[in-house]
C-alpha cells in the first residue's frame, strides 16, 4: 500500500517537474526566437506597410466604414500570404538551430510550442501596431469604429496564429525546401483565389439547386473566407457580404454566424498547431 | 558509456544503418570514421534523439535512450554545421541554452582560448564561419558533460584555433569525460584517438583500439591503416 502511494507521488512528482520542464521550454525557445524575429528586417518592413496602408486610407477617405472595408481586404489578402511564406523560411532556416536545440535535455512538445509563438506572436504584434496605432493616434470617431477596428485586429491575429501553424507542418512535413515553398504559396492562391472562383463555378453551374449548406461547408474549409464573413456580419453590408457571407446571415443570423464563424477559425488554429506537433514529435531530424 | 545493439534505420529506401554493433568505452576518444554515407551522422542523431532508430538497442550508461530526454544534460553536442539565429548574438545563445539545460556551470575557457569574448556580443549573422564555428565548440564544451559528440569539430577552424579545440579535448580525455569525434582529416584522428571505429554501409567494419587497428592492418599509421581499410571494403 505504502509502496504504491509512494511510485504514485514519485510519478506525480516526476510528471510535474515534466510539466514544469516543458513551461520553460515553450517561455525560453519563445522569448529567443521572438527575439531574433523582432530584429529582423522583414517584420520591421511588414509593420512598416500596414502602418502606411492605414495612414493613407484613413488620410485619403477618413475614418469611414470604407476605409475599414478596404484595410480588411488588404489584412485577407496579405496576412495569409505573408505568414505562409515567413513561417516556412523560418522553419527552413532553424533547421540546424532546431537540431542544437533536440541535442540538449528539452522535451519535443516543448520545443515545438516556442518555435510556434516566437514566430506568431511578432507576427500578430506587427500587424496590431500597424493598423491599430494610426487609429488610435486619431482617436475613434465611435464605439461602433472602435469595435470594428478590434474585430479586424482580431481576425488579423485569428489569421496569424493559423497560417503560422499551416507554415511550421507545411515545412516540417516537406523537407525540400523549393517544393515547401511553392506549396506555401499554392495554398495562398487556392484560399484567396482559385476558391472565389470556385464557389462562383458552383453557383452557375447547380443554379437550379438549392446550393446554401453545401457553401457554407465550403465556407468552413476556408480560414480567408471564415474571416471575410465574420468582417462583413459585423460591418453589416449585405451588398458587399458576397454569397458566403449573405448565406451565413440568412441561415445563421448575425450573432450565430459570427459565433460560428470565430469558433471555426479557432478550429483553423489549433488543427494546424497540433498537425505541426505531431509531426515534429515524430520526425527524424 | 554507450551501447548499441542490433541498431537499424532506414531512410526510404536508402539503409541508414544495418544491425550495428558498437560499444563506446568511458574515459577515451573515439574517432568514428568511414566514407560519406557509412552511418556516422545517423548513428550520432540516433544517440542524441534526432532520429529514433527501427529496431534496435541504443543505451547511455546503463539506461535506455528511448523516451527520455534527461540524458542528453550529460551531452554535449557539436554538430558540423554551426547555423544559428542571425539577429542574436553568441552570448544569447549561450544563455539560452544554460537556461534550457537549468544550470549554473558555465565553463568558459574555451572563449578565453580562442580569445573571442569580444565577439560573442555581436550578432551571429556577422560572425565569420569560422568564429560561429568557436560559438558552436564553447557551446559544447560549456556545461561540463560526460560525453562530448564533435561532428567534425575543425573543419572552418584556422590551425591556431584548431590546435586550442584539440588541446581542449586531450585535457578532457585526461578529466575522465568521453568523446565521440568524426572527421575526415585522418592525421587528427591519428593525434587524437583511442578508438577508432570504421563504419560503411551502416555497419561496423573495424572496431579497436588504435594500437590494434594498425597490427591488424600491418599498417604504421592511422591514416594508412584506414585507407587499407577501405580499399579492403571496396575490393
Redesign the interface.
Known amino acids: 500500500m505504502t509502496s504504491i502511494s509512494f511510485a504514485m507521488a514519485e510519478r506525480s512528482a516526476s510528471s510535474a517537474a515534466r510539466t514544469q ?1 516543458t513551461r ?2 515553450v517561455l ?2 519563445g522569448l ?2 521572438a ?3 523582432l ?2 528586417r522583414w517584420l520591421l518592413a511588414y509593420t512598416a506597410f500596414f502602418l502606411l496602408a492605414t495612414e493613407g486610407l484613413l488620410r485619403f477617405s477618413g475614418g469611414s466604414a470604407g476605409t475599414i472595408l478596404s484595410l480588411t481586404n488588404i489584412v485577407l489578402y496579405v496576412v495569409p500570404l505573408v505568414t505562409l511564406l515567413v513561417g516556412t523560411v523560418y522553419l527552413y ?5 532546431i ?9 519535443r512538445h516543448g520545443l515545438f510550442a516556442g518555435l510556434y509563438s516566437g514566430l506568431a506572436v511578432p507576427l500578430a504584434l506587427s500587424i496590431s501596431v500597424g493598423v491599430g496605432v494610426p487609429f488610435l493616434a486619431r482617436g475613434f470617431a465611435s464605439t461602433n469604429e472602435a469595435a470594428l477596428v478590434g474585430t479586424l485586429l482580431l481576425l488579423g491575429t485569428a489569421l496569424t496564429l493559423s497560417f503560422a501553424g499551416i507554415a511550421l507542418a507545411l515545412a516540417l512535413w516537406c523537407d525540400d525546401r523549393l517544393r515547401g515553398l511553392s506549396l506555401a504559396i499554392g495554398l495562398w492562391l487556392l484560399g484567396a483565389v482559385v476558391y472565389d472562383g470556385v464557389v462562383l463555378m458552383l453557383i452557375a453551374t447547380f443554379a437550379d439547386y438549392p446550393m446554401e449548406r453545401p457553401i457554407l461547408a465550403l465556407t468552413l474549409l476556408n480560414p480567408i473566407d471564415l474571416a471575410r464573413v465574420a468582417m462583413m456580419l459585423q460591418l453589416d453590408v449585405s451588398a458587399l457580404m458576397g454569397y458566403t457571407g449573405a448565406v451565413f446571415q440568412q441561415f445563421l443570423g448575425g450573432v450565430v454566424g459570427l459565433l460560428v464563424a470565430f469558433m471555426s477559425l479557432a478550429l483553423w488554429i489549433l488543427v494546424p498547431v497540433a498537425v505541426g506537433m505531431r509531426v515534429f514529435s515524430r520526425k ?2 | 558509456m554507450i551501447v548499441a545493439h542490433g541498431l537499424s534505420k532506414r ?1 526510404g529506401d536508402v539503409q541508414g544503418l544495418r544491425s550495428l554493433d558498437v560499444t563506446v568505452e568511458r574515459g577515451r576518444v573515439t574517432a568514428l570514421v568511414g566514407p560519406n554515407g557509412a552511418g556516422k551522422t545517423t548513428f550520432i ?1 540516433c544517440l ?5 532508430p527501427d529496431a534496435g538497442l541504443l543505451m547511455f550508461d546503463g539506461a535506455s535512450v528511448q523516451n527520455d ?5 550529460r ?1 554535449g ?1 557539436m ?1 558540423q ?8 548574438t553568441g552570448a ?1 545563445l549561450l544563455a ?2 544554460r ?4 544550470t549554473d556551470i558555465a565553463d568558459e575557457r574555451l572563449v578565453d582560448a580562442f580569445a573571442m569574448r569580444s565577439q560573442l556580443d555581436r ?1 551571429l549573422r556577422v560572425l565569420s564561419g569560422g568564429t560561429r564555428q568557436k560559438v558552436n565548440a564553447v ?1 559544447a564544451f560549456m556545461f561540463a558533460p560526460d560525453l562530448l ?1 564533435l561532428d567534425e569539430p575543425t573543419s572552418g577552424l584556422d590551425p591556431v584555433a584548431s590546435g586550442v579545440l584539440k588541446t581542449r579535448i586531450r585535457a578532457e580525455r585526461s578529466a575522465g569525460r568521453s568523446v565521440i569525434i568524426t572527421s575526415h582529416v585522418l592525421s587528427e584522428v591519428d593525434e587524437l584517438a583511442d578508438d577508432v571505429v570504421y563504419l560503411s554501409e551502416g555497419q561496423v567494419q573495424f572496431s579497436g583500439s588504435v594500437a590494434n587497428l594498425r597490427q591488424s592492418t600491418g599498417q604504421p599509421t592511422v591514416e594508412r591503416a584506414i585507407a587499407a581499410l577501405m580499399q579492403h571494403c571496396v575490393a
Do not use: C
Open positions: 520542464q520553460l521550454v525560453q525557445v529567443f526566437q527575439r531574433n524575429v530584429r529582423s532556416s532553424a533547421r540546424e538551430f537540431e542544437l536545440l533536440l541535442a540538449q535535455p528539452v522535451n527524424d531530424f | 531512410f542523431k542524441l534523439g534526432l532520429t529514433r530526454n534527461l540524458y542528453r544534460a551531452i553536442y554538430p554545421i554551426a547555423k544559428f539565429p542571425e539577429n542574436l544569447e539560452l541554452l537556461k534550457l539545460r537549468a550578432q557551446s559528440i
